[in-house]
């Protein structure tokens, strides 16, 4: 009996510990929520992506919320590419920012005159055959030499407002591939176009058409400085972040 009852003792002690202690559990489990509620677009794109350099992927969502509030239109999907990566290594991630989902990840060529396997070099200019740095917005798709393909809109005067004239559109390609990025260490080079991968070009293509922002990053010391998408006031931003959480229902 005196053992039955000692057997019954040791148990309800670890219960009441386990009771009294609910209260504290609940707060360290709601921490993680409260945290992500509470993170900026650019801290909660960078979580998703972590082969990106967070850095780029905050300048990305300042760059395009301050296009918000200048009278743009909304967008729902942000294309980062950081052209400071080597073309062997995935450079491009495409997200949903209202939803903040990571849509895609992947390679995506430079220009030929903009570098090796490297890119180092980067014009606005027609005939350059270089990649172009700056804020985009998506236009229109078509389809031309290059199959299905999506043109943008350079933002930035001097820097990429040259792009529809020059053609600079995203499309597949086939030298656009992993196996070529292990054998050469790189992979093919485009005029200036953004290409990606054949097998998921039309996809991407369509995540990004119609008025989705795309930004392309390098760290050009004149760019950084002078691009207006960069200099936005923090009440500008605050406003777009709160436009783009009332679309999400948040």
Same mark, same amino acid.
């Given at each position: 009996?005196?053992?039955?009852?000692?057997?019954?003792?040791?148990?309800?002690?670890?219960?009441?510990?386990?009771?009294?202690?609910?209260?504290?559990?609940?707060?360290?489990?709601?921490?993680?929520?409260?945290?992500?509620?509470?993170?900026?677009?650019?801290?909660?794109?960078?979580?998703?992506?972590?082969? =990106?350099?967070?850095? @780029? +992927?905050?300048? $990305?969502?300042?760059?395009? #919320?301050?296009?918000?509030?200048?009278? %743009?239109?909304?967008?729902?999907?942000?294309?980062?590419?950081?052209?400071?990566?080597?073309?062997?290594?995935?450079?491009?991630?495409?997200?949903?920012?209202?939803?903040?989902?990571?849509?895609?990840?992947?390679?995506?060529?430079?220009?030929?005159?903009?570098?090796?396997?490297?890119?180092?070099?980067?014009?606005?200019?027609?005939?350059?055959?270089?990649?172009?740095?700056?804020?985009?917005?998506?236009?229109?798709?078509?389809?031309?030499?290059?199959?299905?393909?999506?043109?943008?809109?350079?933002?930035?005067?001097?820097?990429?407002?040259?792009?529809? =004239?020059?053609?600079? @559109? +995203?499309?597949? $390609?086939?030298?656009?591939? #992993?196996?070529?990025?292990?054998?050469? %260490?790189?992979?093919?080079?485009?005029?200036?176009?953004?290409?990606v991968r054949t097998a998921i070009a039309h996809k991407l293509i369509d995540a990004l058409k119609g008025g989705q922002m795309v930004f392309s990053y390098y760290p050009d010391k004149r760019w950084l400085a002078s691009s207006h998408y960069l200099k936005c006031q923090n009440g500008q931003l605050a406003k777009?972040?709160?436009?783009?959480?009332?679309?999400?229902?948040?």
């Amino acid at each position: 009996m005196w053992a039955d009852a000692y057997t019954a003792c040791r148990m309800i002690r670890p219960l009441r510990t386990l009771l009294a202690s609910a209260p504290v559990l609940g707060v360290l489990f709601s921490l993680p929520l409260s945290a992500h509620a509470a993170d900026s677009l650019g801290d909660a794109l960078a979580r998703l992506a972590p082969s =990106a350099d967070p850095h @780029v +992927i905050g300048l $990305a969502v300042k760059a395009s #919320e301050c296009a918000q509030t200048q009278g %743009g239109q909304p967008a729902d999907r942000l294309a980062v590419i950081d052209y400071s990566k080597p073309s062997s290594e995935p450079r491009l991630w495409v997200f949903d920012t209202v939803n903040r989902k990571l849509l895609f990840q992947e390679l995506v060529a430079h220009g030929k005159n903009s570098g090796d396997a490297n890119s180092t070099q980067f014009s606005n200019a027609p005939n350059s055959l270089a990649s172009s740095l700056g804020l985009f917005r998506t236009s229109d798709t078509y389809t031309g030499k290059n199959g299905y393909s999506l043109r943008m809109q350079g933002l930035e005067p001097g820097v990429n407002d040259q792009a529809m =004239a020059r053609a600079i @559109v +995203i499309h597949g $390609a086939a030298y656009v591939n #992993e196996a070529m990025a292990k054998v050469a %260490g790189r992979i093919g080079r485009s005029w200036g176009c953004p290409a990606v991968r054949t097998a998921i070009a039309h996809k991407l293509i369509d995540a990004l058409k119609g008025g989705q922002m795309v930004f392309s990053y390098y760290p050009d010391k004149r760019w950084l400085a002078s691009s207006h998408y960069l200099k936005c006031q923090n009440g500008q931003l605050a406003k777009a972040e709160t436009s783009i959480a009332s679309r999400a229902g948040g």
